[in-house]
Every structure is written in structure tokens, then in C-alpha cells.
T-cell receptor
Framework: NAGVTQTPKFRILKIGQSMTLQCTQD?????MYWYRQDPGMGLKLIYY???????DKGEVPNGYNVSRSTTEDFPLRLELAAPSQTSVYFC????????????FGPGTRLTVL | GQQLNQSPQSMFIQEGEDVSMNCTSS?????WLWYKQDPGEGPVLLIA?????ELTSNGRLTAQFGITRKDSFLNISASIPSDVGIYFC????????????FGTGTRLQVTL
């Protein structure tokens, strides 16, 4: 199993550009999450999904959108990039029921200039 | 939004020393987790705690779930250079889609 994979690894955007951060998992995770990590800080939840077709806002959703058309994929969309969205973005997955441990991808480092 | 208070923020220790760090919250959690993050990588789970008062070990790591359910502690014994990284605590409330609330992190540096 590849686990949780994210692409791209790095990206530089200009203000106002849009992009999609990809996240795929092959661990049959029901739950998936997007976090952002600002320098020297912990991770903050942007959006999450409890299954295909179901998404909900986390703590810091403004400026982002998500979709979950399949169990495996959970892309994060930035429509109008702003410097405040410069951060490292992590996707994670977890199995529902049981002890629900979250497994993280390697991250996407995004810079908005 | 809430973030857990984690201390210390950073530590510089010598190889072979023991390390202690802790995490406190203003609200109760049903599960406490400790993650380690290496540079350029995502967090990796070290230890999970599911019951108040629980003490769990994973090799040289030992963690405890506080009795009040508002705190947790992580100890690393006999530190080695590969222990370098950022350690995060995270709390989880049952029935909330396994969402995690993260601490601010403890950066550990180990000198030879």
C-alpha cells in the first residue's frame, strides 16, 4: 500500500491564481482530512469528509473548497490564492469505527507571492 | 479555534539524556495522541492513549493520559540523534468524525 499520497510536493502561486492539491489514499479510509501548518504552529483543520459525497468545514475553511466523489480521493481547491494561504498542507485519512488513528501524507508546501 | 498548550516549545539536550514534555487543554478529550514530525514530512503516530490514567510505552517512549482527561505527558528515555524533530500532542473527542485538535509542538534538538 502507498498509504496517503499528495501532489504536488511544492508549488509557487501568484496572488489570484487557482490550484488543486491532490490527495489519494489506498487504505480504505472512510474519513479524510485537510490540515494546514503555518511556521512554528500545530496543524489546523480546513475541511474533512466522513465518506464519498459528504464534506464539512473544519476550523479554517475560508478560501478553500473540497469534494469527495470517490472514497480514495479528496482534493483541496484554492480558487483565489492569497499570501495568507502560504503554508504546508497535509492530507490525512482514518478508518471509521475502531480507534480511528489518522495517517498523514507527506505534505504540499505552497507559497503565494 | 482551540489549540492545545504544549511545553516546552523547544529543547536542546545531549545524547543519552531523558526528555519530558506535556500538553494541557481547557476541555476534556477521550483520546490523546502523540505524533512526531521529521523535516519535510507529515506527522507519524508514536503513541495513542484511550483511557484516563493510562500509561503506555513504545520502546524508549512512554506517554500518560492525565486523570482529569485535560492533559497528557510524553517521556523519551536515553535520547539518540534520530529523536530530533517536532513532537505534537493531539486530542480527540469521541463521535466527532475522529477530528484532531493539535498542540503547538515541541522542537527537540539532540547534541552529541
Amino acid at each position: 500500500n502507498a498509504g496517503v499520497t499528495q501532489t504536488p510536493k511544492f508549488r509557487i502561486l501568484k496572488i489570484g491564481q487557482s490550484m488543486t492539491l491532490q490527495c489519494t489514499q489506498d487504505m480504505n479510509h472512510n474519513y479524510m482530512y485537510w490540515y494546514r501548518q503555518d511556521p512554528g504552529m500545530g496543524l489546523k483543520l480546513i475541511y474533512y469528509s466522513v465518506g464519498a459525497g459528504i464534506t464539512d468545514k473544519g476550523e479554517v475553511p475560508n478560501g478553500y473548497n473540497v469534494s469527495r466523489s470517490t472514497t480514495e480521493d479528496f482534493p483541496l481547491r484554492l480558487e483565489l490564492a492569497a499570501p495568507s494561504q502560504t503554508s504546508v498542507y497535509f492530507c490525512a485519512g482514518a478508518l471509521a469505527g475502531g480507534r480511528d488513528t489518522q495517517y498523514f501524507g507527506p505534505g504540499t508546501r505552497l507559497t503565494v507571492l | 479555534g482551540q489549540q492545545l498548550n504544549q511545553s516546552p516549545q523547544s529543547m536542546f539536550i545531549q545524547e543519552g539524556e531523558d526528555v519530558s514534555m506535556n500538553c494541557t487543554s481547557s476541555s476534556i478529550f477521550n483520546t490523546w495522541l502523540w505524533y512526531k514530525q521529521d523535516p519535510g514530512e507529515g506527522p507519524v503516530l508514536l503513541i495513542a492513549l484511550y483511557k484516563a490514567g493510562e500509561l503506555t510505552s513504545n520502546g524508549r517512549l512512554t506517554a500518560q493520559f492525565g486523570i482529569t482527561r485535560k492533559d497528557s505527558f510524553l517521556n523519551i528515555s536515553a535520547s539518540i540523534p534520530s529523536d530530533v524533530g517536532i513532537y505534537f500532542c493531539a486530542g480527540q473527542v469521541t463521535g466527532t468524525a475522529s477530528k484532531l485538535t493539535f498542540g503547538t509542538g515541541t522542537r527537540l534538538q539532540v547534541t552529541l
